[in-house]
């Protein structure tokens, strides 16, 4: 009797994953952490804003962390499931799992700077100056978000598509964000064209929750794809023999 692949564990956390990077998403656009911005703003404004928002910055770190690792188990599942389906699609799965990776590595980075400027707040004699050094590369590690889930999206994409395991949706939602990931800053294209500036900012706007969507639509399909099998008796059970 062949044993099949359960996802019980990680489709749930998946969802969570799912859940919170739609909060993670939400940040983005907020990039000083509650400033104008860590690259103007002076130092001490910064400062005073972690200060009297610790609390909630730090819950904000956890949450990030937390969405790492959820994405980490989302994403196993993902690269069991995909190389379970055909060899067709193991070179792209292992590219949305190695991309997987990097993205929770950014999205840790995220959560290390904001505990550690909250930690550095609450010292005594702390520098402003030091705080607002951090808040500039926290703010520089949120804009890698978007680029940094590109490998994700579009390995795990073409994966989708060469093995035929999911929808085609899918396969096509992934690569859409894939594409979204790619397009230049708006700051970049701004003083060659305003107009296609802020139709770049409403993209990349859009490209993480298009990330959120994706991984929130897969994991229905793995869980749907699971019940199936599970109402399906004949799946357990093994050939009978020829002496039957």
């Not at 004699?125 to 579009?154: D, K, Q, R, Y």
């Not at 096509?172 to 294209?189: D, R, W, Y």
Request: charged share 15%.
């Amino acid at each position: 009797m062949r044993r099949q692949i359960s996802f019980r564990k990680s489709v749930p956390l998946a969802g969570l994953g799912a859940v919170l990077f739609a909060y993670s998403a939400a940040r983005f656009g907020n990039a000083g952490g509650g400033v104008e911005s860590p690259f103007e703003a002076p130092a001490g404004d910064i400062a005073e804003y972690y200060l009297d928002n610790s609390t909630f910055t730090a819950v904000s770190a956890y949450l990030y962390g937390l969405a790492a690792i959820c994405l980490v188990v989302f994403a196993a599942g993902m690269w069991r499931r995909l190389t379970e389906a055909g060899e067709e699609a193991g070179g792209w799965a292992v590219v949305g799992l190695a991309g997987s990776a990097v993205y929770a590595v950014v999205l840790l980075l995220v959560s290390f700077l904001q505990l550690a400027m909250v930690g550095l707040v609450h010292r005594d004699g702390f520098s402003s100056e030091m705080v607002a050094g951090l808040a500039i590369l926290w703010a520089v590690a949120v804009t890698l978000l978007v680029p940094g889930s590109v490998p994700l999206l579009l390995g795990f994409g073409m994966a989708v598509r060469r093995s035929g395991a999911f929808s085609g949706l899918l396969a096509n939602f992934a690569l859409g964000g894939a594409l979204l990931g790619l397009l230049p800053p708006p700051e970049v294209i701004g003083p060659l064209s305003p107009a296609v500036a802020s139709l770049f900012f409403v993209l990349s706007e859009l490209q993480p929750w298009l990330l959120v969507f994706w991984v929130l639509g897969t994991a229905f399909v793995i869980r749907r794809s699971e019940n199936a099998g599970e109402a399906d008796p004949s799946a357990d059970r093994s050939e009978p023999s020829a002496a039957e």
